[in-house]
């Protein structure tokens, strides 16, 4: 079975606005970065790695960067070349254990629609108070699952752990309203399972 995600998590800025952080460039087509094909069985999904006890048991673990006088385009090399010139820092980390169980019959809209269902009557608001400024949001899922509360970590997060990554482009949220959108650079060669799991490696693991 193909992992399809879609979910929705609020985010009020400095003017009580609200923004739905969306997995995707729409709500029905999730980003690249959670459909790497799995390089030791080519014929499964990464995120099956997630299936534990016949449940998705997983961590979303959402940073906020926030950058100083540049605000670079949604370009990963502009991303990484401002954050090595001008800097870029991690102002918030929010971590988010999300457990839904693994049904006979799945498919990716009932998957789907409970880990939305799961995060609305869970995590709701995941950055209450979001720095001024331009801020970039990055959504990684990990198969660690002791992240939440005080154990949220600020390390960099093990490779071998990560099955999805996205970014959002940078962004002054207070600019904008509505929907905000993670993606990940794309490529043809994300269609290669190792070439995708480095390209969603490199995601979680920079900036930090």
């Given at each position: ?12 800025c400095?003017?009580?606005n ?18 790497c094909?799995d ?12 299936i ?8 979303f673990?959402?940073d ?9 385009s ?6 990484i ?11 918030q ?15 990716s809209s ?6 939305t ?23 990684v899922?990990?198969?660690a ?8 970590p ?9 099955v999805?990554?996205?970014?959002s ?19 043809s060669d ?19």
């Amino acid at each position: 079975m193909r992992i399809i995600l879609v979910f929705a998590l609020v985010a009020a800025c400095a003017r009580d606005n609200k923004l739905v952080l969306q997995l995707g460039s729409h709500p029905n087509q999730p980003s690249a970065g959670f459909l790497c094909a799995d390089p030791d069985q080519p014929s499964t999904p990464l995120f099956g790695r997630t299936i534990l006890q016949g449940n998705y048991d997983f961590t979303f673990v959402i940073d906020l960067f926030q950058f100083h006088d540049v605000l670079p385009s949604c370009f990963g090399d502009d991303i990484i070349s401002t954050c090595n010139t001008d800097g870029c820092a991690r102002a918030q980390r929010s971590c988010i254990h999300v457990v839904v169980p693994r049904m006979t019959g799945d498919n990716s809209s009932t998957v789907a629609q409970r880990i939305t269902d799961y995060l609305q009557a869970h995590a709701s608001t995941v950055f209450a108070s979001p720095p001024d400024g331009a801020v970039m949001i990055r959504i990684v899922a990990t198969t660690a699952r002791d992240l939440t509360g005080d154990a949220c970590p600020s390390y960099v997060l093990a490779s071998d752990n990560v099955v999805g990554c996205a970014y959002s482009c940078p962004e002054v949220l207070d600019d904008i309203s509505g929907t905000l959108q993670v993606g990940i650079a794309t490529s043809s060669d994300l269609g290669d399972p190792s070439a995708c799991v480095a390209a969603i490696d490199a995601c979680a693991t920079f900036p930090n």
